[in-house]
């Protein structure tokens, strides 16, 4: 069973331009959270997703971030004109069943830098 | 509200000293509490967990007690490792909520 997969793991983008970052959740894992970690931060979360559903948004800033997790492929946060202050870590993180029973399990994590 | 502090590093420690890293926690309901280790480069590994109170979670050689008295969940360890150097990171999920908390992290850096 392989694990959270996250594309690409380094990425550079200059100012204005777009950023994509993917996450394919563990087999079986309908829930997925997204996460960012500035250096010598913590983890902030962004976002949280069921399959087709944002559910909890509240983390992520209201312009030039978006998510989404169809039904069919990996879950997408996407960053527009991008600024140096989005460069970070976005790390994915998946669930069997959210925050009420379960653990998560993380990806390797997309950085991001920003030129 | 759900929140968790966690001790502030970095700690440096030599091979074989005893490790504490302090984490105390608020919760509505009932949460489950964890610790996560991210080495260099890496994401997070979940290293334990606990999901009732009194419970013990371990995991190669580090243990942590779930205690609501003191709304606490301090990592320990009897005798670290140079490949034990990462940041550690505690946090619950509110059995009632949609969110994971996660600290801060501490970093540790044991030294031959």
């Known amino acids: 069973n392989a694990g959270v997969m996250q594309n690409p793991r380094h990425l550079v983008r200059r100012r204005g331009q777009e950023a994509r970052l993917r996450c394919s959740p563990m087999?079986?894992?309908?829930?997925v959270y997204w996460y960012r970690q500035l250096p010598e931060e913590g983890l902030k979360f962004m976002v949280y997703l069921q399959k087709e559903n944002i559910i909890d948004e509240s983390g992520m800033p209201k312009e030039r971030f978006s998510a989404e997790f169809p039904k069919e492929g990996p879950s997408i946060l996407r960053i527009q004109q991008v600024v140096r202050g989005d460069s970070a870590a976005y790390f994915c993180a998946s669930s069997p069943q959210g925050a009420r029973t379960g653990e998560l399990f993380f990806g390797e994590g997309s950085r991001l830098t920003v030129l | 509200g759900n929140s968790v502090t966690q001790m502030e590093g970095p700690v440096t420690l030599s091979e074989e000293a005893f490790l504490t890293i302090n984490c105390t926690y608020t919760?509505?309901?009932?949460?489950?509490l964890f610790w996560y280790v991210q080495y260099p480069g890496e994401g997070l590994q979940l290293l334990l967990k606990?999901?009732?109170?009194?419970d013990k979670g371990s995991n190669k050689g580090f243990e942590a007690t779930y205690r609501k008295e003191t709304t606490s969940f301090h990592l320990e360890k009897g005798s670290v490792q140079v490949s034990d150097s990462a940041v550690y990171f505690c946090?619950?999920?509110?059995?009632?909520?949609?969110?994971?908390?996660f600290g801060t992290g501490t970093s540790l850096t044991v030294i031959p």
């Open positions: 946090a619950l999920s509110d059995n009632t909520g949609n969110q994971f908390y």
């Open positions: 606990a999901t009732k109170a009194d």
């Open positions: 919760a509505t309901g009932y949460p489950s």
């Open positions: 087999k079986g894992h309908s829930h």
